[in-house]
């Protein structure tokens, strides 16, 4: 594989996984109640460029040879938008009157920071520390999902409004925690091999 060519793959992998992480910083920012809480208009925008950033993706992924490294690109690319759909959606139900962040909102938004910047790392790390980075990402995405089941469980102490309303936001979260998972094991598929 040419330098040029796995330099290409890199900038791929990392720029995009540190995308998601701005993404899901400003997303943490928001849950905790450090920006306009009416406002997360700036979250918005980073996911219309997304958009764009992915259409230049996609020309990259067209333009590859290999028909595995290429569904691997897909993969990921496909993967990572549906965790960054995922929290977008998570932080609309937090716009709903009564929703309340709390330390597991926190913890999942955290969870899923930590695994986009591991991506992120794994695109910047050579040799062993490409798959401990991966495999980082992915310990960060199973704490998302035992973050959201402690929340489901501590659903059950709070009136049943309430509940239904939050339990959407931990929903998001833990969805965008599967799809980072994936993503990240996409990107062992195109960087660890």
Same mark, same amino acid.
């Given at each position: 594989?040419?330098?040029i060519?796995r ?8 720029? &995009?996984? @540190?995308f ?9 920012? /928001? ?5 306009d809480p009416?406002? =997360? ?8 460029e997304f958009?764009e950033?992915?259409?230049? +993706? ?8 290999? =028909? ?16 960054l &759909?995922?929290?977008?959606?998570? %932080?609309?139900?937090?716009?709903l =009157?009564? %929703? ?19 991506? /992120? &790392?794994?695109?910047a790390?050579?040799? #062993?520390?490409?798959?401990?980075? %991966? ?6 995405? &199973? ?5 959201y ?5 501590? @659903? ?6 309430? #509940?239904?309303?939050?339990?959407? %936001? /931990?929903?998001?979260? +833990? ?6 998972? #994936? ?11």
């Open positions: 594989m040419s330098l060519f330099s290409g793959l890199l900038k791929f992998v990392g720029g &995009n996984s @540190l998601a992480a701005e993404v899901f910083t400003k997303a943490r920012i /928001y849950f905790h109640g450090l920006s009416g406002n =997360p208009a700036a979250l918005f925008e980073l996911a219309k958009s950033k992915k259409r230049k +993706s996609e020309i990259f992924i067209e333009r590859l040879k290999d =028909p595995a490294l290429k569904a691997s690109c897909s993969r990921f690319l496909f993967r990572l938008e549906s965790s &759909n995922s929290v977008e959606a998570a %932080v609309r139900d937090f716009q =009157p009564g %929703v309340e962040g709390d330390e597991f909102i926190s913890e999942m938004a955290f969870a899923l920071q930590t695994g986009a910047k591991e991506i /992120y &790392n794994a695109s790390s050579g040799g #062993a520390g490409r798959s401990r980075a %991966v495999l980082k990402a992915k310990r960060a995405c &199973n704490s998302v999902e035992r973050a089941r402690r929340a489901v469980t501590a @659903l059950g102490k709070r009136s049943s409004v309430s #509940a239904l309303k939050i339990e959407g %936001v /931990y929903k998001g979260l +833990s969805d965008a925690g599967d799809s980072l998972d #994936a993503a990240a094991d996409a990107t062992a598929g195109i960087l660890c091999k």
